[in-house]
């Protein structure tokens, strides 16, 4: 049974330009959390998604940032017109349906470099 | 609201000598209390969960961690460091107990092991 698996891995943007982090869980898991890491920082939340419907996004920017888990395909996380304080490492995290927060499986993350 | 605090963010011990993480929670609830272990440019990996029950937990590799209610701690132990448990270590509760919700974590303590 494969990971938790996120692409790319490494993505370089040059200011104003776009990301797009992809984030496919664990088979069987439709719970999808994502997370990011600044140099010399531990990890803080950012959105919890379930398929089709964004439980909990109250660690998001307000402006630029926007993620989505369809029906059929990985989570996206999306930032728009990136800036240098967006440069850190995005993780993602799945769980399974009918579990608490306690079976969190981690991704290997992507490392984000805005010139 | 959650938090959790990491004493030392930097911490060296020589290999086969006692290693101990500090790491003291504030929460609301009961809460569920987790250890993950991060290698240089990788994701999380659990090593142990506390959620309910015996209080001392025994995790991968050796380690182990105590739930003290009384001091709000859990800190993170291992009789006899290796050189492999070079690594990060982040603490962390779950911002809701028994549902599914996100994790706070520590800054993270750097474990160093000398020859």
């Known amino acids: 049974n494969a990971g938790v698996m996120q692409n790319p891995r490494h993505l370089v943007r040059r200011r104003g330009q776009e990301a797009r982090l992809r984030c496919s869980p664990m088979k069987g898991h439709s719970h999808v959390y994502w997370y990011r890491q600044l140099p010399e920082e531990g990890l803080k939340f950012m959105v919890y998604l379930q398929k089709e419907n964004i439980i909990d996004e109250s660690g998001m920017p307000k402006e630029r940032f926007s993620a989505e888990f369809p029906k059929e395909g990985p989570s996206i996380l999306r930032i728009q017109q990136v800036v240098r304080g967006d440069s850190a490492a995005y993780f993602c995290?799945?769980?399974?349906?009918?579990?608490?927060?306690?079976?969190?499986?981690f991704g290997p993350g992507t490392r984000l470099t805005v010139l | 609201a959650q938090s959790v605090t990491q004493l030392g963010s930097h911490v060296s011990v020589s290999e086969g000598a006692l290693v101990l993480l500090r790491c003291n929670y504030s929460?609301?609830?009961?809460?569920?209390l987790f250890w993950y272990v991060q290698y240089p440019n990788q994701g999380l990996q659990l090593l142990l969960k506390y959620t309910t029950g015996a209080t001392l937990v025994k995790g991968i590799n050796g380690f182990e961690a105590e739930f003290k209610k009384s001091e709000t701690s859990f800190h993170l132990t291992k009789p006899s460091a290796h050189m492999s448990d070079a690594a990060e270590y982040f603490c962390a509760v779950s911002a809701r107990r028994g549902s599914q919700g996100n994790l706070i974590f520590g800054k993270g303590t750097k474990l160093s092991v000398k020859p």
């Open positions: 995290a799945s769980s399974p349906p009918g579990q608490g927060s306690d079976t969190q499986y």
């Open positions: 929460s609301s609830v009961p809460p569920y």
